[in-house]
């Protein structure tokens, strides 16, 4: 679960080109929407994109969406959980 979220930091990085970040500065925890990293909706699509892409893992309930991306951690664990039943 570790190198996933480590892995998920860097990507999140590199597909949304937040040039400022590294991953060091994003908690496994923090919020990536409002107060977090401050993403946005056009940034849910490019995370959307991001788990189909790398993971293989689609997202069967567009109303899951808030719970899977709130953190680094919940993308990761919805990833583990999700990434062999869709494989």
Do not use: C, W
């Not at 970040?21 to 409002?34: H, M, R, S, T, Y």
């Amino acid at each position: 679960m570790e190198k996933l979220m480590a892995d998920l930091k860097a990507q999140i990085i590199e597909q949304l080109n937040l040039q400022e970040v590294k991953p060091a500065d994003i908690d496994n925890d923090e919020p990536l929407f409002k107060e977090g990293l401050g993403l946005d909706s056009i940034d849910a699509l490019e995370l959307i994109v991001l788990m189909q892409q790398y993971y293989n893992v689609r997202i069967a309930n567009p109303d899951d969406g808030p719970a899977i991306f709130k953190s680094v951690r919940s993308m990761a664990e919805y990833i583990t959980a999700h990434q062999s039943k869709q494989g």
